[in-house]
């Protein structure tokens, strides 16, 4: 864990913001996408981490790209119903998640496709107790940071054995309030150890 600015104080964090491919499961391989339950193989520790997010009371959400949608590699209901399966899963294990929403649109195409802050507003429209200040996004990749940077919410980033492309791997870095290499080491800098 490497803390890249001033010690972090999260104790007033009351909302995590989820990205998904790559921090909740593993990333599919470039140009393969999670387009079925089958796909959708969940990294390890990420259940007992969400159980723990859930025990201590903070609102979970998580803020998908899903630009295979667009691309027609599967549908919104063949994402949906991962979500379903992994929601059961998380409630057989006292975990779940409080909401997911998904991007289904290619670049320049909408408002929610993050970096851009679409997917942010229709959490807040719904959660309306929800305060960019008192939020942490936890992602793996540039975008997930930028969406967090722009506002005002602060970044973890997860940093797997898949690597982005170096500079956007680069760039992700400097803007992460807070490096980890999996959920389960975010949510111990967020909880304190388990
Ligand atoms: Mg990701
Ligand atoms: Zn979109």
Not at 64 to 85: C, F, P
Not at 107 to 117: A, F
Not at 130 to 151: N, P, T, W, Y
């Amino acid at each position: 864990m490497t803390l890249t600015r001033q010690a972090a104080d999260w104790s007033n964090v009351r909302t995590v913001f989820l990205d998904r491919d790559g921090v909740l499961n593993r990333k599919a391989p470039e140009g393969e996408y999670v387009a079925r339950w089958e796909d959708f193989e969940i990294l390890d520790g990420v259940m007992a981490a969400l159980g723990r997010l859930r025990g201590a009371g903070l609102r979970t959400i998580v803020v998908t790209n899903q630009r295979g949608i667009a691309l027609g590699r599967y549908a919104l209901r063949d994402v949906e119903s991962i979500h379903a399966k992994f929601q059961e899963l998380l409630a057989a294990s006292g975990a779940q998640i409080d909401a997911v929403y998904i991007c289904p649109h290619d670049h320049g195409e909408c408002n929610c496709r993050k970096p851009l802050p679409g997917l942010f507003e229709q959490a807040a429209a719904e959660y309306p107790g929800i305060s960019a200040a008192e939020s942490v996004m936890i992602g793996d990749s540039r975008v997930d940071m930028e969406f967090g940077k722009r506002l005002g919410i602060r970044t973890i980033l997860i940093e797997g054995e898949r690597e982005n492309s170096a500079p956007s791997k680069e760039k992700a870095r400097e803007i992460a309030d807070l490096r980890c290499s999996s959920l389960r080491e975010a949510v111990n800098a967020i909880l304190g150890p388990a």
